[in-house]
């Protein structure tokens, strides 16, 4: 059986289901640093998902420029949620979002309340909802491609 490339890991680790729309977060569901963000193992060495799927659709991270999250989720590797920016610029914005009230509801739209939400270990709200159907979907493709 031959080695898979990087992009045939990558790909299956990412969550694209949106209910809200066409232009909505990317999620990755596989390991996450301790800050949040997605990584994957590429030979020796991490690498931060949303940089690889950045560099794969769009092209080169200009050198010296930082990937902002511009929806403020830092699991999401959509390229069009990425910009980049200087240092300085991406820690201004994320000073402001820290002054931005904290969300009732998952980008899906299910309340986040005490029955449908989960805080994870980094202290992230999960939405137990979301969750669900994910791992319905995981569990309904793993059983089609056993057939």
């Not at 890991?9 to 289901?17: A, G, I, T």
């Not at 991270?61 to 990425?82: E, M, Q, S």
């Not at 899906?108 to 805080?119: C, I, K, P």
Request: charged share 25%; net charge positive.
């Amino acid at each position: 059986m031959a080695k898979r490339t990087v992009q045939e890991r990558f790909w299956p680790k990412v969550d694209k289901v949106d209910k809200a729309g066409a232009d909505g977060c990317w999620l990755w569901i596989a390991s996450t640093t301790a800050a949040g963000y997605g990584q994957l193992s590429v030979g020796t060495t991490m690498r931060y998902a949303h940089r690889l799927s950045y560099e794969w659709l769009i092209g080169p991270i200009p050198a010296g420029l930082d990937l902002d999250h511009t929806c403020r989720t830092r699991r999401c590797v959509n390229p069009d949620h990425l910009e980049p920016v200087t240092r300085s610029e991406n820690n201004r914005r994320g000073l402001l979002s820290a002054l931005r009230p904290e969300p009732m509801a998952c980008p899906q739209g299910h309340v986040y309340d005490e029955a449908n939400t989960y805080v994870n270990p980094k202290g992230s709200k999960v939405c137990r909802t979301c969750t669900r159907n994910r791992n319905r979907e995981w569990a309904k493709a793993k059983r089609a491609r056993s057939l």
